[in-house]
Structures are given as structure tokens and as C-alpha cells.
């Protein structure tokens, strides 16, 4: 008996000194009232007390709730959720959700960014709040749902202080890079079968803001936003950078540009200007976002240097 | 088979005359020149011309081409016409031998469930292979398999269902196989959302600017498949009058259609590996080249290569310039604009059929 008294003492010291900081943390600083109201894009939405039950349906939210050390309170995230690391992964899918698994695991909030069949609805009448984040279209947008989220994970402050840093980063990145008044043109590949983006988008307004040309812009009377261009134009465009957002899909590298038909002879080829980004980062608005831009805007300003 | 091709008159087809011949190799010379100069980078049409001519070795023409421009034409464009011609080709010749084969006007090149068979390889290379380049080197290859285990497990079950010389059971046993495939590759497709772009645009079909690679590895089977068709080319109009008649003139019916069935099988398989799923070409080819020069597939068999190749890479200049600098599905385009000048073809020689 003894001795395994003995063992449990430490074990419980342990224990509490492992506990005492994230109490700490999960004490908000302010304490957060409830309910709170925010409009998203499933209209205004209450939240009556602080949620511990959270399910994430959108990459881009498990990121932010993650950052804004709302985590804890995060159950279940969607297959598509791969960062951070010790988000808890499960095989739920936000495009082809089933309710009654989102149900089985008693979330006292969903959030999702796409709401097929009348998925908000269906979880609504279940009695679970549902905060609908859509792709954000600009950069106050997405800022916006970051503090969105604080509000209603009770982490307002933590939510603030991202969104603000966030901006001044990205704010100090495109002045340095405007300051050099590089005139430079860009390509952005989101797969090898040359599937782009056009200024309309949001890492289309990304490159606007830092003062790229993006050769897609002349695919925009097709009518879509996300154009598939044609080998031929790319090449003879000539663009000056080349980001990669299929890095990870489609494995495609230097090498693999540089090995395309034709394509030796492009700029950004014969220059080594090519950004590879993973593609979960070009393909989300949240906290990773000054990854984004931190990477083209380091790549535009080698391309002022040479 | 040689007592086949001197049985062949006895039946009393048509050749085609020298003239509907002619006319079909100057379409398809025609459109090859149209796609070779058109494309979304307007290089000048005497500059294209005059490229070519040195290309060809011309004495005393040099091409007046940037590097830019020369490596847009040689390396992207032409090779692309040559890939549109080649799958255009072969659609079509495949597509009129199972016409032929199965006695079935509605046949065509994806009866036996290659396209069915194709497409679940192809989902499953995108879903599950590494996403290395590699996995994406594999596609094609995962395609051609899967297209041919649906036509091999067609044909025995045909065989083993059908009586001797039952060839729609065959029909009626592809039907089921692609609709087997096809609830496979929905149910992979469903399972990994993330893919779903990639299957898609695969599924929709368009032709690679992988440059002269994809030209090597299909001309070999387009070759092949075309020319154990065009040697059968007789054999087809005795089997077209049915398996009995056939059997009475001598034809071992069995083993000449599984030969043929095969050529047109690998054939469309090779084409579909690297193209994706091309629709309409198969079907309205075929008709439309009987409309105008008759039901003989003495003659209808070259023809439908020749006029398949000019079509598909017709096509292709409208899918490489109508939204230009983007591009629209190829497929899209087949139907859009096959179906109403088949329609006009019905319209005026639809008297003839």
C-alpha cells in the first residue's frame, strides 16, 4: 500500500503542476459574457455559454481556433483539417457531411465554411449552434471571422491580438515590397493542368496588394475567377514569378516546371523565381495567411534585386 | 480470312469512291493546318508556315520565329494537334468497329465499360498513389489497366452467359460491367472529396501539353489497333450482316471479332488513358461518315479514322480558343458542336441511311 502511495504522490504533483498553467489559460483574461451574438453567413447567430464541445468542419477554422488557444475546447475536426498537428483529426467531411455522426459526438458548436443540403438547417433543429464561415473574400473579411470566433470561444482578446498582429505584419511586408515599386508579373498554379487565379480571388488580391501583374487577369471575360489557361499563353506571357499551390497534390517542383514542354524559356524559369507553397496554405485565409505573403513578397524582392 | 476478303464481293458491298477519299485526307489536312496555326498565341500565319517549311527542311527558308514563339509551336502546339488527331482517330475507327461487331448503331468506343473500367483506375491513382510524381507518371497507366480488366471481365461473362453466337449478350454484359465501375469510382470519388477537381477535369477529358511524350506512347497502339482493323476491314462488312450469315461464309465469327474487339479495346483504352473520357467522337463519327459515303466498312473504316482525326483536332482549336487564354473541356466542345453538325448531316443525307 505504501508504495504505491508513493508513486501516486509525485504523480499527482505532476498532475497539478501539468494543470496549473492551462487553468490559468482557460481563465479568460476578460471574462466573456454570454450569450454572444455574431452575424455570419448563416445569419446572426447566438451562443448562449461558453462552448467546450467544438466541432470544426473548416481547415481554416481549426487553424484559427487552434491559434487563439481555443483548442482545448475543440472535439472533432474534419478530414480536410491537417494543421496543427494535435488538432483531433477524425474522418468527418465537410463536403459530404453526415449529420447524425456530426450529432453523435454532442458539439455545442459547428463550425463549417461550405453548407451543403441544408446542413446548418439540419443541425439547428437539433439544437446545436452553427457558425457558417465562408470563404473570406478580402483580407478584413477574413480578419473579421478570426475575431468572430474569439467572441464565441470566449478567447475575444487572444482573437484580437492575432487578427491585430496579423495585420501589422502583413501591413510591413507589402510596404517594404511597394517601396521598391517592382514591376513584376505573376503566375499562380493551383494545378499541372494549368488551373489558375485571377485578381478577383483572394490570393489574386494578395499579389494586387503587393503589386504584381497576374497573367490570369486576361482569362477573366471566361467568366470564372479560377481559369484554366492554356499552355501556349503561359509560356508566351513570360511571367517573372511563379507560385506553386500544387506542391503537395501534385508534386510539382522546380525541376518539374523547368521540365515542362516550352517552358525553359519562361522568366521565372531562367530566373529560379518559383515559390513553392504548401498547398493548404494558399488554399486557406487564416492565421497562416502572413506565411503567404511573407513567401511572395521575400520572392518579389529577390526579383527587384537581380 | 483470306477466304473471308475473296468471299467479301459475293455480298455485294460498296467501296468508297476515289473521290469521298480525297475529300476526307483534305479535311483532315485542312483541320491539321488550322490547328497547327490557330491557337490562343496568334504567331503570325505566314511566320507558322515558314517555321514549318525550314522544320521540313525547305532549301533557303529560315524560321523568322522567336525562341519564345518556336518553342510554343514545336514544343506545345503541334504536338497537341498530333495527340487531338491521334485519339480523334482512333475513337472513331473503334467506335465503327463495334458498330460493325455488334450490329448495334448505337455502339461505341466505351460499350464493353473501358470508359467505366478506365475511370475507376484513374480515381483510384488520384485518390490512393502517393501524390509524388511518380503517382501522377502512373495515371495513365492505372487508366489503360482498369479499362482493359472491364472489358476482359465483360467479354467472359458474355461468353460464358451467352449462347455461341449471341453477341448482345456481350452488349448487355458491357452494360452491366461499366455500371459495376461506375459505382466503384463514385463510391472512391465520394470517399476522397479532396480529389474531387482532379477526377473530374479527368473524367470530363482534355488533351495533356505534355509535349511529345504522350504522342510516343500512344502512336504505337493507335498504329497497331488501326491497322489490324483496316486489314479486317472486309471481314467487318460480312460479320455486319450477322453472325449467322457470317458463319455460312466461312468466318470463324468468333475468333475474328474477339480480334477485333481487342485492337479497337486496346486501342481506346490507350487513347482514354491519356486523354480522359472524350465523348461523342465514337458515335457520331462513324454516322456520319456512312451518311455521306455509305454503309460499306470497307471504305467506312479509314474513313472514320481520317474524319475523326480532323474533327477531334477542330475541336481542339475551339477548346484551345474560344475563352482564350483559357481553356473549355474538350468533351464540352465534342458534343456541343458534334451534335449539330451531325444534326445538319441527318438533315441533308439522311435520305441515304
Known amino acids: 500500500m505504501s508504495g504505491r502511495f508513493a508513486l501516486a504522490a509525485p504523480l499527482a504533483v505532476v498532475a497539478l503542476m501539468l494543470a496549473a498553467p492551462s487553468l490559468a489559460a482557460t481563465k479568460p483574461a476578460v471574462a466573456a459574457s454570454y450569450p454572444v451574438t455574431v452575424t455570419v453567413d448563416n445569419g446572426k447567430v447566438t451562443i448562449r455559454k461558453r462552448p467546450s464541445r467544438i466541432v470544426s468542419l473548416s481547415p481554416t477554422a481549426t487553424e484559427t481556433l487552434f491559434a487563439i488557444g481555443a483548442g482545448r475546447q475543440v472535439v472533432a475536426v474534419d478530414d480536410q483539417s491537417d494543421y496543427p498537428k494535435q488538432a483531433p483529426h477524425t474522418s468527418l467531411s465537410g463536403f459530404t457531411p453526415n449529420v447524425e455522426a456530426i450529432a453523435a459526438l454532442r458539439p455545442d458548436l459547428v463550425v463549417i465554411a461550405f453548407d451543403p443540403k441544408g446542413l446548418s438547417g439540419a443541425l439547428n433543429r437539433l439544437g446545436i449552434p452553427v457558425v457558417f464561415q465562408n470563404a473570406a473574400p478580402t483580407l478584413p473579411a477574413a480578419y473579421r471571422q478570426i475575431r468572430q470566433l474569439g467572441k464565441v470561444t470566449g478567447h475575444a482578446q487572444e482573437a484580437n491580438t492575432l ?17 521598391k515599386a517592382i514591376k513584376a508579373s505573376v503566375y499562380h498554379e493551383l494545378d499541372q493542368t494549368l488551373f489558375s487565379v485571377t485578381s478577383n480571388t483572394f490570393v489574386g488580391r494578395v499579389y494586387a496588394m503587393l503589386g504584381l501583374t497576374n497573367i490570369a487577369d486576361a482569362a477573366t471575360a471566361g467568366g470564372s475567377d479560377y481559369p484554366q489557361l492554356s499552355a501556349e499563353y503561359v509560356v508566351s506571357a513570360n511571367p517573372d514569378l511563379i ?22 524559356r519562361v522568366s521565372a524559369v531562367r530566373t ?5 507553397l504548401n498547398d493548404s496554405i494558399s488554399s486557406r485565409w487564416g492565421p497562416r495567411l502572413v506565411n503567404l505573403v511573407r513567401a511572395v513578397g521575400t520572392a518579389v524582392l529577390r526579383l527587384g534585386s537581380q | 480470312m483470306e477466304a473471308a476478303a475473296a468471299q467479301a464481293p459475293a455480298v455485294r458491298v460498296r467501296g468508297v469512291t476515289l473521290g469521298w477519299a480525297l ?4 479535311f483532315l489536312v485542312l483541320a491539321l493546318v488550322v490547328g497547327v496555326v490557330v491557337g490562343p498565341v496568334d504567331l503570325g500565319v505566314g511566320d507558322v508556315l515558314q517555321s514549318i517549311a525550314a522544320k521540313l527542311g525547305v532549301p533557303g527558308v529560315h524560321s523568322p520565329l522567336s525562341p519564345t514563339a518556336e518553342a510554343i509551336l514545336w514544343d506545345l502546339r503541334v504536338p497537341r494537334v498530333v495527340l487531338a488527331a491521334l485519339v480523334g482517330g482512333m475513337l472513331a475507327i473503334a467506335g465503327a ?20 473500367g478506365a475511370g475507376l483506375g484513374a480515381t483510384l491513382a488520384i485518390a490512393y498513389l502517393p501524390h509524388t510524381f511518380s503517382g501522377h507518371e502512373l495515371l495513365p497507366l492505372a487508366a489503360f489497366v482498369g479499362g482493359s480488366v472491364a472489358v476482359v471481365i465483360a467479354y467472359s461473362i458474355g461468353r460464358a452467359a451467352g449462347r455461341e453466337r449471341d453477341s448482345a449478350t456481350l452488349v448487355l454484359a458491357g452494360v452491366t460491367v461499366a455500371s459495376f465501375f461506375t459505382a466503384l469510382q463514385t463510391f472512391v470519388q465520394q470517399r476522397n472529396t479532396d480529389t474531387l477537381q482532379e477526377v473530374t477535369s479527368w473524367i470530363l477529358g482534355s488533351l495533356p501539353n505534355t509535349g511529345w511524350s504522350d504522342v510516343r506512347t500512344l502512336a504505337p497502339y493507335v498504329l497497331a489497333a488501326t491497322a489490324v482493323i483496316v486489314a479486317l476491314r472486309r471481314v467487318v462488312d460480312v460479320l455486319s450482316l450477322g453472325d449467322l450469315e457470317a458463319e455460312s461464309l466461312g468466318i470463324h465469327v ?25 465523348a461523342f467522337v465514337g458515335i457520331i463519327v462513324p454516322h456520319a461518315v456512312r451518311l455521306v459515303v455509305g454503309t460499306s466498312y470497307r471504305g467506312l473504316l479509314p474513313l472514320s479514322f481520317v474524319v475523326g482525326a480532323g ?10 480558343t474560344a475563352l482564350s487564354p483559357a481553356e473549355v473541356p474538350i468533351g464540352v466542345v465534342t458534343a456541343l458542336f458534334g451534335a449539330p453538325a451531325f444534326a445538319l448531316v441527318l438533315r441533308t443525307r439522311g435520305s441515304r441511311a
Not at chain 1, 163 to 179: D, F, L, N
Not at chain 2, 23 to 26: D, E, I
Not at chain 2, 311 to 320: E, G
Open chain 2, 97 to 116: 468497329t463495334y458498330q460493325g461487331v455488334f450490329h448495334n448503331p448505337l455502339a461505341d468506343p466505351y460499350l464493353l465499360g473501358v470508359a467505366a
Open chain 2, 23 to 26: 475529300a476526307a485526307v483534305a
Open chain 1, 243 to 264: 507560385v506553386l499551390a500544387d506542391t503537395v497534390c501534385c508534386a510539382q517542383t522546380a525541376q518539374t516546371v523547368a521540365a515542362r514542354p516550352g517552358w525553359s
Open chain 2, 311 to 320: 474533327f477531334l483536332v477542330l475541336c481542339d482549336v475551339i477548346a484551345r
Open chain 2, 254 to 278: 468468333r475468333r475474328v471479332r474477339l480480334a477485333l474487339v481487342v485492337a479497337a479495346t486496346i486501342g481506346t483504352a490507350a487513347a482514354v488513358a491519356v486523354s480522359g473520357l472524350i
Open chain 1, 163 to 179: 487578427a491585430g498582429r496579423m495585420t501589422r505584419q502583413i501591413r510591413s511586408i507589402v510596404q517594404r515590397v511597394r517601396a
Open chain 1, 272 to 276: 529560379g523565381s518559383i515559390v513553392r
